[in-house]
Structures are given as structure tokens and as C-alpha cells.
């Protein structure tokens, strides 16, 4: 069964559209959006193919998921997740190494307990017992002070409901890898998270909650390199216009 008729007519209205104005975006005729929205004509593959980026939608979930009756796709629970660990001789959990070389690797190897295995793994004290952590090791130099090289201490989330806005997070997505950045919760009012880098601030991008595999909310650090006394940490004031400039962002796109 589809819902696709259904879904254009739902989204069309929240995006806050109308039947002429989206009949222009797609190069059709309005009267083809209203027999796409009452199950008269289906949308070719190309008319589809737009719709998701308009909508900013999978085309699994325009066509099969019920967004009427079930909410947007991004805002369910996620189903049971089994998390891959590794354990030591007193069957503690143990945190996994992933450096920037198996960064890549990890993308397809994170739910694979012989891939998980083959990580350097490695225990720290004062860490919370009832949190699964693992560590990544950052490149680039986007999120100064802290040095290419340094591993990132993140704990596991479960959800990208859970993340707070202006806190930093290892982020594996299907698109970009690894990334760390500092993020704002967007998805329950548009499906996305804000990342900013520290050192280039008031260019924030958005990642779709779709395109998102694990999260881990950063929790300590360990690097070899000490930061300069000049570099100087992200301000209250810096994250308050930083969020002044992402709502003015969202203004924008929504035109509110």
C-alpha cells in the first residue's frame, strides 16, 4: 500500500505551499498536483525525485511510510539497536579507538563484532558506568583549540531528539563520515541538525536526521598537545550569537 497521495497533499501544506506553487517547482500543470493529491495520477520518476528534495523527504517515506497517521519518519523511535562492545578480563565494557585511518572503515564495520574486535581498546577512570563510550580521533582544524590528533571521549545517544543545542558531538553519518562539531537540535521542527565549527562559526550547515548512523555526546579529550594561551574558548556571548545567527537562518528558510 502507498500513501503517496496523501504525503503530497500533508507536505505541500506544511511547507506551506500551493497547488500552483508547486506545480511551477516540478514544471507541471496545477491541475497534475490536484490528481497527484487525490490518487487520480501518480508523479513520474522525475516529478518524485524533486518532490524529496522539496520536501526534504526519502522516497521511501513519501511513498510507503504513513505520515498522516505515524508523524515523520525522523521523529519515531528508533527501533532496538544492538551496540557493539568490547569487554575485559573482568567483562567491563572497554572504550574502542577509532583513528582518523579506520574512520572510513567504521562506517560499515560499527555493527560488526570481529571489525569492532581489531580497534585499539583502552579504559579511563571517573567515566560514568552506566554509559557506553568510544573515542574518535579529530582531523582538521575546524574546532580549535583542540588539535588535530586529539581523541574525542563520546558517549553513546540514543536518539537525535536527546542532543542540546550549542553542545559538541562525534557525529557518523552517511555522507561525511566521522565529523565533530558543535551542533543545534532542529529535528522535531525541521528534521535537521545545525553543525557549526568553532573556527568558522557563522557558517553552519544543516545534516539531514536521516543521513545519521551513531551519535556520541563529546565527554573529555585526550591530546598531546596543550592548547596556546592565545586560543581562546567558544564565549557564552559566542554560542548566544551563534544562535541568534542559526534562528535568523531558520527565519529565512521557513519565511517566518
Not at 15 to 42: F, H, N, P
Not at 60 to 72: C, N, S, T
Not at 219 to 242: G, K, N, Q, V
Request: proline fraction near 4%; charged fraction near 25%; glycine fraction near 6%.
Amino acid at each position: 500500500m502507498t500513501f503517496l497521495a496523501v504525503n503530497i497533499r500533508l507536505l505541500r501544506k506544511s511547507c506551506g505551499l500551493t497547488q500552483v506553487q508547486l506545480a511551477e517547482k516540478l514544471g507541471v500543470q496545477r491541475s497534475m498536483i490536484s490528481a497527484y493529491e487525490d490518487g487520480r495520477s501518480d508523479p513520474k520518476l522525475s516529478a518524485l525525485e524533486v518532490m524529496t528534495a522539496i520536501f526534504d523527504v526519502t522516497m521511501d517515506e513519501l511513498v510507503f511510510w504513513d505520515i498522516k497517521k505515524k508523524g515523520r519518519k525522523y521523529l519515531q523511535k528508533d527501533q532496538l539497536k544492538i551496540l557493539t562492545v568490547t569487554l575485559d578480563k573482568k567483562d567491563e565494557e572497554q572504550i574502542s579507538m577509532v583513528g582518523q585511518k579506520a574512520s572510513a572503515g567504521y562506517l560499515n564495520g560499527f555493527s560488526d563484532p570481529e571489525y569492532m574486535e581489531k580497534l585499539p581498546n583502552f579504559s579511563l577512570p571517573h567515566l560514568s558506568k552506566n554509559k557506553t563510550y568510544r573515542a574518535f580521533e579529530i582531523s582538521g582544524d575546524s574546532m580549535l583549540p583542540l588539535m588535530p590528533g586529539t581523541l574525542i571521549i563520546g558517549a553513546y545517544v540514543e536518539s537525535g531528539l536527546e542532543i542540546k543545542n550549542g553542545k559538541t558531538y562525534v557525529l557518523v553519518t552517511k555522507s561525511e563520515g566521522v565529523v565533530y562539531k558543535r551542533l543545534f537540535n532542529y529535528i522535531q521542527e525541521r528534521g535537521k541538525l545545525f553543525a557549526v565549527s568553532d573556527n568558522d562559526r557563522y557558517k553552519p550547515y544543516d545534516i539531514p536526521a536521516q543521513d545519521i548512523l551513531e551519535i556520541w555526546e563529546a565527554r573529555a579529550y585526550i591530546s598531546t598537545d596543550f592548547p596556546e594561551p592565545s586560543a581562546s574558548p567558544l564565549s557564552l556571548e559566542d554560542l548566544a550569537e551563534m544562535i541568534q545567527e542559526i534562528k535568523t537562518d531558520i527565519r529565512k528558510i521557513t519565511g517566518n
